[in-house]
């Protein structure tokens, strides 16, 4: 299995721009989830789904953060508009149940400038 | 209170060293806790699950304790390439809570 993979490595962008963020879990995993790390505040979770439907987004920061899940290989989390404070690496991960091991995506580093 | 505390470090070892982690739960409806590693610039890499008392896996022992609520994880005769941060995380109905994350660095 090619494990979670995610969409850029790397994002570099200005202040006020759209950012989009892709991830494509293991397959047959139910579950995914997105993360935001940094080094202040360590691995927060944003957002978590279930057989693609959204069950705590609770952890989304604010109305400029959107996550959607159109099928069970992919998803995407959309900052509109970025600020510099949403630097950061913003990782997915997947699992097979709600208790399970999760299993994480290499991460995309992003930065606003 | 975080519901995961995990004491930062640095923790500075020689090379062969038994190192010891300890992370606290708040939520006594946890029912999975997990140890994870994690290199410089990459993700967090599932180390050991713990789903009842302990488990081990060659030099690395995890521990649960329920009724203290509280999870530890032990590194034996520890090598070089076992520099890197160590994050516990606790489950419950799929959210999985992470500490703040333990940093290793074994030096020779």
Known sequence: DAGVIQSPRHE??????????RCKP????????WYRQTMMRGLELLIYFNNNVPIDDSGMPEDRFSAKMPNASFSTLKIQPSEPRDSAVYFCASSLADV???YFGPGTRLTVT | RKEVEQDPGPFNVPEGATVAFNCTYSNSASQSFFWYRQDCRK?????????????????F?????????YISLLIRDSKLSDSATYTCGSSNTGKLIFGQGTTLQVKP
């Open chain 1, 26 to 33: 293991i397959s047959g995993h139910d579950y995914l989830f």
């Open chain 1, 12 to 21: 570099v962008t200005e202040m006020g721009q759209e950012v989009t963020l």
């Open chain 2, 61 to 69: 022992t995890a521990q649960l304790n329920r009724a203290s609520q």
């Open chain 1, 100 to 102: 399970r091991e999760q």
């Open chain 2, 43 to 59: 993700e967090p890499k599932l180390l050991m699950s713990v789903y009842s008392s302990g488990n081990e896996d060659g030099r």
